[in-house]
Nanobody
């Protein structure tokens, strides 16, 4: 399984970006997907998770109400719509796939990781 994240960039505070993550393989719908981020000098932290069907989502408190995770199983793609961006959202964003049950915020529960995409929010 390979994951390819894209969509990062430079945006002003209050702006929006949509990240995408394309996953190889024919069993994409069996994976719960997560988004994580890592700012310079900080640990990687949970952002959002979405179930295999897309029917359930889970967000970190810091992004709740601003970010939305979604997926298109026909395209093997998961998305992270980010609105109302703040400078503190600046980080490298990673997508990850989890073969287990239930939505996870613990990065060690994820089995596969993408390479990351840089998001920079200017004030």
């Amino acid at each position: 399984v390979q994951l390819q994240a894209s969509g990062g960039g430079l945006v002003q505070a209050g702006g929006s970006l949509r990240l995408s993550c394309v996953v190889s393989g024919r069993t994409f719908s069996l994976y719960n997907m997560g988004w994580f981020r890592q700012a310079p000098g900080k640990e990687r932290e949970f952002v959002a998770a979405i179930s295999g069907s897309g029917g359930s989502t889970y967000y970190a408190d810091s992004v709740k109400g601003r970010f939305t995770a979604s997926r298109d199983n026909a395209k093997n793609t998961v998305y992270l719509q980010m609105n109302g961006l703040k400078p503190e959202d600046t980080a490298v964003y990673y997508c990850a796939a989890d073969r287990g049950y239930g939505l996870e915020y613990d990065l060690y529960e994820y089995d596969y990781w993408g390479q990351g995409t840089q998001v920079t929010v200017s004030s």
